[in-house]
């Protein structure tokens, strides 16, 4: 993934929400988000994706884009998924500090201080669903594809679709980007040879929309990409220096 260029001022902090029909929860999380990041001393832009939805969503971004500062939105022309509106967004990201996030409200915006805090010794924080809110069929078949994903891949990683992360911009300059991404996007970063720890967070459950991930749309593209990644760690190219003449 290239760096950006375009810096015009100063940002600190870029946060990066993927929006797909989300008409009923985006005018509870826009206020709530500048809620928490107002305090944070930090300067900051907020940049909505819209990954080609069809309800009301993009009307109300342009709505906040009139009343709140370094408020972005990019709008894509159809929908392509989140692994695609995630990087749609990063690549156009200004500040030194990235947090992502969904906008199905499920994400709490109060934890991005805690992630922050992680910052200053670790290169990502990702968050941990500890205690999931959702539908009992939607949470055991999360953590069977959470036991599989680990088994396959090597990793020790409790939830690694869990959207709410905190991150140097650095780290995902060399990453390969795919479609389905965003479930390893953790371990991506740690192949780089960055510092990833996973922290507990906050969820609820959606009370707006419909989830847009179920068990038939998602299992079978998750265990190519799987495949896909466990092919790259084991062809990961290593090597020490032992002395330059």
Known sequence: MKQPTDQTEP??????????????NLPILIPRLVKVLNPLGLSYEMIFVDDGSSDGSLKILKEAA????????????????LST??????????????????????????????????LDRYDMVTGWRQKRDDPCLKRISSKIANVVRNWLSGEQIHDSACTLR???KECIYEIPVFNGM????????????YRVIEIPVLHHPRKFGKSKYNIRNRAFRALVDLLGVRWMKSRQ?????????
């Not at 965003?182 to 040879?193: A, E, I, N, P, W």
């Open 11 to 24: 940002i600190e902090l870029s946060v990066v929400i993927p929006v797909f029909n989300e008409e009923g």
């Open 66 to 81: 009139s009343q709140y500062p370094r408020f972005r939105i990019i709008r894509l022309k159809e929908n392509r998924g």
């Open 85 to 118: 509106a995630l990087i749609a967004g990063m690549r156009e990201v200004r500040g030194e500090k990235i947090v992502t996030l969904d906008s199905d409200l499920q994400n709490d915006p109060e934890d991005i201080p805690k992630l922050l805090g992680y």
């Open 166 to 168: 905190a991150f140097k």
């Open 182 to 193: 965003h479930r390893f996007l953790s371990t991506l970063v740690k192949m780089q040879g």
């Open 237 to 245: 190219i290593k090597y020490e220096v032992e002395e330059r003449i």
